[in-house]
């Protein structure tokens, strides 16, 4: 257990937290550009809920099934969602085939 500590845990963080960062001025500057101004709010309150209400229950969950599948179970789970998850959003032809400079109608 140490040496799955010690290697392939720490690495997988600083990827993920790498990829955070990405994603998330990724998704603000999207969000700028594209979502009308009157919804923004309405948006807002969506990623709210994902984050403070839905969030910690995955948390909540976290430690007894690391617990009954080890956390490396657990890591290769979540890593494995996100990525299908990327892959799904990605797949759809409206994500796929937008181009930045078509612009909003405003």
Known sequence: ????????????ALAAGLGSA???????????????????????AFGAVGSFAVGPLGLAAAGPLSARYGTGGVLLV???????????VLGLPAV???????????
């Open 78 to 88: 979540g890593a494995v969602w996100q990525v299908a998850a990327g892959a799904v």
């Open 1 to 12: 257990m140490g040496a799955a500590v010690g290697g392939g845990v720490p690495s997988a």
């Open 96 to 106: 796929r085939d937008r181009r930045w400079e078509e612009g909003p109608d405003r």
């Open 22 to 44: 990405v994603c998330g001025t990724l998704y603000s500057t999207t969000v700028q550009h594209w979502v009308p101004p009157e919804l923004l709010g309405r948006l807002s």
